[in-house]
C-alpha cells in the first residue's frame, strides 16, 4: 500500500537548537497536512501545503512541499520546551477517497 | 465549542467481549474517521465515512465494525475477532472535500 516515510523517529535537542522532521513518499501527493500531538494528547492540525514547491510560515514553525509533491519538511527555529511532541505528516495520494496516509511521527523532546 | 467528543477516556475490555467506543461530534462535519495509534506506528485507518449511512472500510477494519446512523455520530465496535485490541483509538472529522482533521481527545481501550 501507500506509505509515507518519516524521519527520524526521535530527535532530542538543546533548548533553543533547530529542529527538522522530514516526510517522503514514493508517489505523487495531492496535499500533505502536519499536525502535533503533545504527549498523552490528539493529534492538532497545524497546516497544509498543495503546491509544487510551497513554503508556508507559522512564526518559529517553516514548512516546506517538495518541488515533485513526493516530500515535506516542517523546521522549528530555537525550539522551545513547548514544542515538545510528536510531530505527523499525513498525505493525500492523487485520486483517494479524501483519506490520508499519516507518516509515522517525530517525536521531539527539547532539554532545558 | 464545537468540537469531537469521544467517551470513554480509558476502557478496559475482557477478552471474548464486544466494545463501543463513542465518538460523537458537533462540528457539522460531513466526513468522520477512527484511526488506531500504537506506538512507533502513526495512526492507522480503520473505518471512514463521507456521509451518512455510507462507510468505508480503512486499512485495517478486521475485528471492527462502525455505523453512521446520524451526522453527529460515528461509533466504533472492537470486537471479540480482533486479535490484539489494546490500543490508542482516535476519532476525527472534517468537512467534505477537505483533509484538516479535527481529532477528539481518543479512548485508551485496554484488555485484561
Known amino acids: 500500500g501507500q506509505q509515507v516515510m518519516q524521519i527520524p523517529q526521535y530527535q532530542h535537542v538543546q533548548e533553543g537548537e533547530d529542529f527538522t522532521t522530514y516526510c517522503n513518499s514514493s508517489?505523487?501527493?495531492?496535499?500533505i497536512q502536519w499536525y502535533k500531538q503533545r504527549p498523552g494528547g490528539h493529534p492538532v492540525f497545524l497546516i497544509q501545503?498543495?503546491?509544487?514547491?510551497e513554503v508556508k510560515k507559522q512564526k518559529r514553525l517553516t514548512f516546506q512541499f517538495g518541488e515533485a509533491k513526493k516530500n515535506s519538511s516542517l523546521h522549528i527555529t530555537a525550539t522551545q520546551t513547548t514544542d515538545v511532541g510528536t510531530y505527523f505528516c499525513?498525505?493525500?495520494?492523487?485520486?483517494?477517497?479524501?483519506?490520508?496516509?499519516f507518516g509515522t511521527g517525530t517525536k521531539l523532546q527539547v532539554i532545558p | 465549542d464545537g468540537g469531537i467528543t469521544q467517551s470513554p477516556k480509558y476502557l478496559f475490555r475482557k477478552e471474548g467481549q464486544n466494545v463501543t467506543l463513542s465518538c460523537e461530534q458537533n462540528?457539522?462535519?460531513?466526513?468522520m474517521y477512527w484511526y488506531r495509534q500504537d506506538p512507533g506506528q502513526g495512526l492507522r485507518l480503520i473505518y471512514y465515512?463521507?456521509?451518512?449511512?455510507?462507510?468505508q472500510k480503512g486499512d485495517i477494519a478486521e475485528g471492527y465494525s462502525v455505523s453512521r446512523e446520524k451526522k453527529e455520530s460515528f461509533p466504533l465496535t472492537v470486537t471479540s475477532a480482533q486479535k490484539n485490541p489494546t490500543a490508542f483509538y482516535l476519532c476525527?472529522?472534517?468537512?467534505?472535500?477537505?483533509?484538516?482533521?479535527?481529532f477528539g481527545s481518543g479512548t485508551r481501550l485496554t484488555v485484561v
Open positions: 476525527a472529522s472534517s468537512r467534505s472535500g477537505t483533509e484538516d482533521y479535527t
Open positions: 508517489t505523487t501527493l495531492s496535499n
Open positions: 501545503l498543495v503546491k509544487s514547491g
Open positions: 499525513a498525505g493525500r495520494y492523487s485520486g483517494g477517497y479524501q483519506k490520508v496516509t
Open positions: 462540528l457539522n462535519h460531513d466526513a
Open positions: 465515512s463521507q456521509i451518512v449511512n455510507d462507510f
